[in-house]
């Protein structure tokens, strides 16, 4: 089964748009949630993580929202650019310290 | 050099035979990990190991054996491919839990195509 879903699986938007992708979850126990950024033909790479304690966390143009009561969490690119255009994974940390990651989505952003 | 160095990088072969795919890092990370990426699935852990003498079975092991030479190297083995096993593998490696995130640190990928 999928503990961590994830939507959309792509999505595309024009240059400045805000693309938002979202994370749902069902255990409890996971106790960090980190987004990972990955351009063709690379690994996985952190983007930004946050922690359950917390509703919102911004690193320059990237924001995550965490609602804990709803277990959901989501990824919002502000004045998104081409150079943003990649594949997109959340994750959630469970038992033992493992990553469980979402489904991926595919955004494109249009020049 | 990348930290995190996986090969092959692409490696074509058909059903039936044996395949091995290696990691090694330079990080000095403990823990080391494999990962398989399929579209509309996601990366799915198939074997995990948080030391050269602890291996652990992930989502997805059924198909799959690792071994753990030595903290930096960390292998993957096919005993026989079959189709759907074609894949994008990763190998990724973070540091022991305590007192930080458990940020992963991914190879670049080995495509793995089973005719």
């Known amino acids: 089964q999928q503990q961590v879903k994830q939507s959309p699986q792509s999505l595309i938007v024009q240059k400045g748009g805000i693309p938002i992708i979202n994370c749902a979850y069902e255990?409890?126990?996971?106790?960090?949630f980190p987004w990972y950024q990955q351009f063709p033909g690379k690994g996985p790479a952190l983007l930004i993580a946050i922690r359950p304690d917390v509703s919102e966390k911004k690193e320059g143009r990237f924001t995550i929202s965490f609602n804990k009561s709803a277990k959901q969490f989501s990824l919002h690119i502000m004045d998104s650019q081409p150079g943003d255009s990649a594949t997109y994974f959340c994750?959630?940390?469970?038992?033992?310290?493992?990553?469980?990651f979402g489904q991926g989505t595919e955004l494109s952003v249009k020049p | 050099d990348a930290d995190v160095t996986q090969t092959p990088r692409n490696r074509i072969t058909k059903t039936g035979k044996r395949i091995m795919l290696e990691c090694s890092q330079t990080k000095g990370h403990d823990r080391m990990y494999w990962y398989r990426q399929d579209p509309g699935l996601g990366l799915r852990l198939i074997y995990y190991?948080?030391?050269?003498?602890?291996?652990n079975k992930g989502e997805i092991s059924d198909g799959y054996s690792v071994s753990r030479q030595a903290q930096a190297k960390f292998s993957l083995s096919l005993e026989s491919a079959i189709p759907n096993q074609t894949a994008l593998y990763f190998c990724?490696?973070?540091?022991?839990?305590?007192?930080?995130?458990?940020?992963?640190?991914f190879g670049e990928g080995s495509r793995l195509t089973v005719l």
């Open positions: 255990n409890t126990a996971f106790d960090y």
């Open positions: 994750a959630a940390r469970g038992v033992g310290g493992k990553l469980i």
């Open positions: 990724a490696t973070s540091e022991a839990r305590g007192g930080n995130t458990g940020e992963l640190f």
């Open positions: 190991s948080f030391d050269v003498k602890d291996i």
